[in-house]
Every structure is written in structure tokens, then in C-alpha cells.
């Protein structure tokens, strides 16, 4: 368990030592605060770890897995592979979130599950349209979310003006049912692509053009590994495995 936030303002890279052994973090400071905090100078690669927001008795809960401070003024960059969100049962937290008047490079979401969120696993926000506010370019590959943000008008993904957006390959299982699985909010001239994802017993997409989704969306009932441990990784040879649906084996 951690105590305060992790605060990342240099190019770090956070790495389980073991990909098949999650090293599990757990909030129990007596105030708020993000799990990982991303502030000026941060770059923040980070692999294969387990953020679970079960509430330690007596303690505060977490406001984010991984958040940017507030008031940066230099750009960051933000990767996540192979991590798992689970447990948060506060609707004001966020699993990945960028915070209003920070400048993300990047931000890549690959091969991460997110289970039992009831606030939106994944806040990204730009306002403004000139060139100071450009960016970010946002990736979200091979994840899978399982009962999230089912509360009404709620989404899995909040994603408003990202000028490059990639969402692919991505399983939403009992996710959004109260609202959306993906709410964007876009321009007809940025660069966006929703493609190739399942859509189990979850709320619909909605986007501002007709150019964001793109191909087929399915409507598969999952069948996992081993759910009861968190292993969301589709049973070998189900439909959703030989559609590269949702979290590879790593």
C-alpha cells in the first residue's frame, strides 16, 4: 500500500519484474490523492502492474490509478501495457485520466483490463482548437473492460477533441450500460479510428462524425481464462481470440 502519490516529473520507466506476477498497488493515505501522479518533466512507461482501489478501513480512496498534476506547463507522455485496474467503487475516479490545462505528447493504453469502475476508466480532454492546444495523439489497443461506469449518462471512455485517436481490438463486456462505451467528441478534419471491437451487453458508441467508426462491431459474449483472477485474456480458439478481440497473452 501506498501512502501518497507517486510523483513522476522525469522519464521513468516502471516495469513488473515478472509479467505473469502483477506487483498489486493499493491507495490507504488518509487524504485523496492519484496512485501516480505525472508532473512537469514526466515521461512514464509503465508495465504489467495491478492498481486495485479496495478501501483500506479508515483510509481515504484514490482519485486516479494515473493522473497528471494540475497546472503543468511542459508536455508529458504517458504509455500503459499489460496493466490491470479493478475495484474502484467511487464514481469521481478515474483510472487513466489528463487533467484540464495539461499537454500530452502521447498517450498509449495497450493490453490493459479495467474491471469493476464505477467511474469512467479513461478521461482525455482537449479544449481549444489552435495550435496551442494541439495534440494529444492517443492509442487504445487490446483492452478489455469489464462491468465499468454503468451509472446513468455515464461512459468507459471520455475522449473530447483528441486530434489522432486509435481505438482497436478493444472488448466492452457489461460496460456503459447506463449511458456509452466510447463518448467522442471530434472534428471532421482530426485523424480518429474506432475499429474492431465487441460491444457485449454494453452501451452504444456515439461520436460527432460519421467518419469514427470504421468496419464491423460485434456483439460476442465473452468467454475468459480465468475471470475469478482476473485474467480477462480470451479462452483460446473462442470467437474473440481468433478476432484479436480484447488482451493478448503476454
Same mark, same amino acid.
Given at each position: 500500500p501506498i501512502q501518497r502519490s507517486i510523483l513522476i516529473d522525469k522519464p521513468l520507466?516502471?516495469?513488473?519484474?515478472?509479467?505473469?506476477?502483477?506487483?498489486?498497488i493499493r491507495f490507504n493515505g488518509d487524504k485523496?490523492?492519484?496512485m501516480v501522479t505525472i508532473a512537469d518533466g514526466g515521461e512514464l512507461?509503465?508495465?504489467?502492474i495491478a492498481f486495485d482501489g479496495v478501501l483500506e478501513p479508515g483510509k481515504a480512496l484514490a482519485k486516479a490509478g494515473i493522473s497528471t498534476a494540475f497546472d503543468m506547463i511542459q508536455p508529458y507522455t504517458l504509455t500503459v501495457d499489460g496493466c490491470e485496474f479493478q475495484n474502484f467503487g467511487e464514481g469521481g475516479f478515474f483510472a487513466i485520466k489528463g487533467t484540464k490545462a495539461t499537454f500530452a505528447k502521447s498517450v498509449t493504453i495497450r493490453n $490493459?483490463? !479495467?474491471?469493476?469502475?464505477?467511474?469512467?476508466?479513461?478521461?482525455i480532454y482537449r479544449g481549444g482548437s489552435d495550435e496551442s492546444t494541439a495534440g494529444p495523439y492517443v492509442t487504445i489497443r487490446h483492452c478489455t473492460f469489464v462491468d465499468c461506469c454503468n451509472k446513468e449518462r455515464g461512459s468507459v471512455m471520455r475522449l473530447i477533441g483528441p486530434q489522432v485517436l486509435t481505438v482497436e481490438n $478493444?472488448? !466492452?463486456?457489461?460496460?456503459?450500460?447506463g449511458g456509452a462505451t466510447i463518448r467522442?467528441?471530434?472534428a471532421t478534419w482530426e485523424k480518429v479510428r474506432i475499429?474492431?471491437?465487441?460491444?457485449w451487453n454494453s452501451g452504444r458508441m456515439v461520436t460527432t462524425t460519421a467518419q469514427a467508426i470504421q468496419g464491423k462491431m460485434y456483439n460476442i459474449r465473452p468467454a475468459y481464462t480465468n475471470a475469478e483472477a482476473y485474467d480477462y485474456v480470451p479462452v483460446r480458439g473462442s470467437e474473440l481470440e481468433k478476432l484479436s478481440i480484447g488482451l493478448r497473452k503476454n
Open positions: 520507466t516502471i516495469r513488473a519484474a515478472d509479467p505473469g506476477n502483477k506487483p498489486l485523496p490523492d492519484n512507461k509503465i508495465e504489467n $490493459c483490463s !479495467f474491471y469493476r469502475l464505477l467511474g469512467l476508466p479513461i478521461n $478493444c472488448n !466492452f463486456d457489461n460496460s456503459g450500460r467522442l467528441d471530434e475499429a474492431n471491437c465487441n460491444l
